[in-house]
Structures are given as C-alpha cells and as structure tokens.
C-alpha cells in the first residue's frame, strides 16, 4: 500500500504538471492568432475590445484570457473586468524583439505532442525521426525560442569570451553557421559583423529557404548566404570561425562532424560549441533545466541522430555533458577544447585544431 500523504503529494505535483500541458495549448494559440500582441497594444481592456483588435470570437477569448488569468499569465480587475499584461509579461508573452520573449518554447512543446504517435513508433522498433520528419511548429518553434537568447548573448557574451575572435569579425572574416535553421544566428552574426562573411548550412532545404528570406529582410544578404548541407558535407575551407549552436548532440556521427569542421577551419581557425548546459552525470541534471532538455531530446534530438546514424548513431542526448563533448572533440582531432562561458540554459566551448 502506498502512502497516503505522498499520494497526496505526488497528485499535487501531478496537478501542477498537468495545468501547465493544458495552459501550454491556450500559449500556443495566443500566440499564432496574435491575442497576445493585442494585449499588448491595448492595455487594460475587455474580453469584446480583445476579440475584436485580434479579429476573434468574442465567446472564445473570454474563455483564453480566464485561462491566462489562472495561470497567471495576466492579470484581470474584477471591478472593471478588463485583462491586462503587466511589462515582464508583455516582453515574455508579446515582443519578439525582447530578449525576454519566450513563447516560441511552447510552439516547440506543441510540436512534440502533434509527433507523439511518431514517435512512439520509433520506441519500439528503434528507428530515427529526423528533424526533417516533424511538425513545422517545431521549426518556427526553434527560431523564435533560441533568437532571444542568440540576441542577449551571441554577441555581447559568447563571441568576446573566445581568444582573439572579435577583433578577426570586425576586421573581416569567413565565418560558417552549421545546423544553422531558419539563420536567427547568422542573421545577427553578419549584422553584428558587416566587415565579415557568413555562410549558413543546413540539411532541412525548407528551413534554407526561410534563411533566405530572414537575411533579405534583414539587409544582410548580400554578406550572409545560405545553402542546403550537411555538417558532414558542407563545402568551403579556411573559415576563421564555425559556429555550432544547439545542435551536435543531435547528429549521428558528432565526431564525422567535427572532423570535417576541422578541415574546414583555417589552422588558426576557431569552433564556437553552443550545446545545453548539462552536468557530466544523471543525478546531477535531476533538476528544472533538466527536465526541460531531457524531455525534448526523447523527442527530437534522440530520434533525430537515431534517423542520421541507425544503431550505430552517437545519440548524445540534449544533456551530453562536458566530458562527453570533450572526447567527441579529441576524438575528431581538435588539440583545444575550453569552456568559455556558460548561461543557466547553455555551455558555450571555444575547439581549436
């Protein structure tokens, strides 16, 4: 028989656990009918001044903004019955261009459960999904989560902790973006850096394209390009800088990988590693990070170097650990590996050959 009072307390966390999946839909929503944005443009106003800025069913945004009220996503008068986001909320919830804007994480969280049958699948024969193979929120989905933190950081942090890169950027350098999605990093790379070059490479033809639109609306496209390659494959050599962000963990062969980046980079060249921050061991990730990364890489990153590799993919794992990514870089020839910075969310390597 169990415990009553650690029933009780396992339900309690199981209730939390379960209003925050269901809140996570009504984000998702919000955020693609722009409920949110209308918020933020309106200020304290009523369910009908809402549904009408956002051009929506009266009924149903009632019904949002009293979920969003719950869950404290806003804040609702009862003397006046007006909803309204405070500032931490609207530079959360509204503004993409904030450094605090999160809401592109539940697009991603969207995305594993519209693949759960597909990826139930895979458990039990041990085939891969590929990043190719997967709902499109979890494309846009990645864009707008990562580009905050790429905003915040990219330049104002990562670069400068890497020996003598900055000055090579601003005075005029090849750089390559591998993995590099719809090109949020290459984008702010070559507008951070307009003396440099940037190339961005990536296997998802689709995600390219999207690149090639984001560069040109940013004014950049005429110094950051994008082509459809592989981090195995991707063409060019004597790169000053690669830049790897969230995404060698999920390649079947990680050290195939960085072998070729090796030959790529110019031998006083530079690999920036962004990879999620994990401790070396289990034990040490049982906490809120990772829980976050563990749960998205049974989804995506585990299935995606089990569709590269078959059974002989790497499988790092979103929360590979230092040690682990230090014996793929020794293994692919690299002769330096440091850890040059770190956020809650991220360790940043500086690999040298």
Same mark, same amino acid.
């Given at each position: 028989?169990?415990?009553?009072?650690?029933?009780?307390?396992?339900?309690?966390?199981?209730?939390?656990?379960?209003?925050?999946?269901?809140? %996570?839909?009504?984000?998702?929503?919000?955020?693609? *009918? %722009? $409920?949110?944005?209308?918020? !933020?443009?309106?200020?304290?106003?009523?369910?009908?001044?809402?549904?009408?800025?956002?051009?929506?069913?009266?009924?149903?945004?009632?019904?949002?903004?009293?979920?969003?009220?719950?869950?404290?996503?806003?804040?609702?008068?009862?003397?006046?019955?007006?909803?309204?986001?405070?500032?931490?909320?609207?530079?959360?919830?509204?503004?993409?261009?904030?450094?605090?804007?999160?809401?592109?994480?539940?697009?991603?969280?969207?995305?594993?459960?519209?693949?759960?049958?597909?990826?139930?699948?895979?458990?039990?024969?041990?085939?891969?999904?590929?990043?190719?193979?997967?709902?499109?929120?979890?494309?846009?989905?990645?864009?707008?989560?990562?580009?905050?933190?790429?905003?915040?950081?990219?330049?104002?942090?990562?670069?400068?902790?890497?020996?003598?890169?900055?000055?090579?950027?601003?005075?005029?350098?090849?750089? !390559?973006?591998?993995?590099?999605?719809?090109?949020?990093?290459?984008?702010? $790379?070559?507008?951070?850096?307009?003396?440099?070059?940037?190339?961005?490479?990536?296997?998802?033809?689709?995600?390219?394209?999207?690149?090639?639109?984001?560069?040109?609306?940013?004014?950049?496209?005429?110094?950051?390009?994008?082509?459809?390659?592989?981090?195995?494959?991707?063409?060019?050599?004597?790169?000053? $800088?690669?830049?790897?962000?969230?995404? *060698?963990?999920?390649?079947?062969?990680?050290?195939?990988?960085?072998?070729?980046?090796?030959?790529?980079?110019?031998?006083?060249?530079?690999?920036?590693?962004?990879?999620?921050?994990?401790?070396?061991?289990?034990?040490?990730?049982?906490?809120?990070?990772?829980?976050?990364?563990?749960?998205?890489?049974?989804?995506?990153?585990?299935?995606?170097?089990?569709?590269?590799?078959?059974?002989?993919?790497?499988?790092?794992?979103?929360?590979?650990?230092?040690?682990? *990514?230090?014996?793929? !870089?020794?293994?692919?020839?690299?002769?330096?590996?440091?850890?040059?910075?770190?956020?809650?969310?991220? $360790?940043?390597?500086?690999?040298?050959?």
């Amino acid at each position: 028989m169990s415990d009553q009072l650690t029933v009780e307390e396992f339900t309690g966390k199981f209730a939390t656990d379960l209003a925050a999946v269901l809140h %996570g839909a009504t984000v998702v929503v919000g955020d693609k *009918l %722009g $409920l949110y944005r209308a918020m !933020a443009d309106l200020g304290p106003a009523t369910p009908a001044e809402v549904a009408t800025a956002a051009g929506c069913d009266e009924r149903y945004v009632q019904e949002w903004l009293n979920a969003q009220a719950a869950s404290e996503y806003c804040h609702y008068d009862p003397a006046t019955g007006r909803y309204h986001l405070d500032a931490t909320q609207r530079a959360c919830l509204a503004d993409e261009a904030d450094p605090a804007f999160l809401t592109g994480g539940m697009s991603v969280a969207s995305s594993i459960h519209k693949d759960e049958e597909k990826v139930g699948a895979a458990f039990r024969t041990g085939a891969g999904v590929g990043w190719h193979e997967h709902h499109d929120d979890l494309f846009t989905g990645t864009e707008r989560f990562f580009r905050p933190g790429y905003v915040a950081n990219l330049t104002t942090s990562w670069i400068p902790a890497l020996e003598g890169v900055e000055a090579k950027l601003q005075a005029g350098a090849r750089i !390559a973006d591998v993995g590099c999605g719809h090109g949020a990093s290459s984008v702010l $790379l070559g507008g951070a850096y307009p003396a440099s070059t940037v190339a961005g490479f990536d296997y998802h033809k689709p995600s390219i394209d999207v690149a090639r639109k984001r560069a040109a609306d940013a004014g950049v496209a005429d110094r950051v390009t994008f082509d459809a390659a592989s981090a195995a494959d991707f063409p060019g050599e004597g790169y000053d $800088l690669v830049c790897i962000f969230d995404a *060698l963990h999920d390649m079947g062969d990680p050290v195939g990988a960085l072998r070729h980046i090796r030959s790529a980079l110019d031998e006083d060249g530079t690999l920036l590693l962004v990879e999620p921050n994990a401790a070396d061991r289990v034990e040490d990730n049982i906490h809120l990070v990772g829980r976050i990364f563990y749960s998205a890489s049974t989804f995506i990153c585990t299935p995606g170097s089990r569709d590269q590799g078959g059974a002989d993919a790497a499988c790092l794992g979103a929360q590979a650990g230092e040690a682990r *990514l230090r014996d793929v !870089a020794k293994a692919a020839g690299f002769t330096r590996f440091r850890r040059a910075t770190e956020t809650p969310f991220n $360790l940043v390597f500086e690999l040298r050959p």
